[in-house]
Nanobody, 117 residues
């Protein structure tokens, strides 16, 4: 079992930056692939960025070059640095932990990010 707690959301103007953090507890953090997803009103939840236990990263095309995901296995945290934010980045952002064997999937409670002038 893994517990995930996100922090760092808020209101920011277009072009601004925010840093989201996710603190994990309850299991061996390093074996989990970690990800950030987002869900805007009326839309499906989508993957924003992910990082494997081996530090391989992947990004949605819409955020490449603007967002950066990183993990600290010692502190059991995963961070999403978001730069050059756009109004279309407005959504609830969720932290996700995924274990491959045996399969398991955990979610945080979500944190709101609003990009507006």
């Amino acid at each position: 079992q893994v517990q995930l707690v996100e922090s760092g959301g808020g209101l920011v103007q277009p072009g601004g930056s925010l840093r989201l953090s996710c603190a994990a507890s309850g299991s061996t953090f390093s074996i989990y692939d970690m990800g950030w997803y987002r869900q805007a009103p009326g839309k499906q939840r989508e993957l924003v960025a992910s990082v494997t236990g081996g530090d391989n990263t992947d990004y949605a095309d819409s955020v490449k070059g603007r967002f950066a995901i990183s993990r600290d296995n010692a502190k059991t945290t995963v961070t999403l640095q978001m730069n050059s934010l756009k109004p279309e980045d407005t959504a609830v952002y969720y932290c996700n932990a995924k274990r491959r064997f045996p399969p398991a999937n955990y979610w945080g409670q979500g944190t709101q990010v609003t990009v507006s002038s």
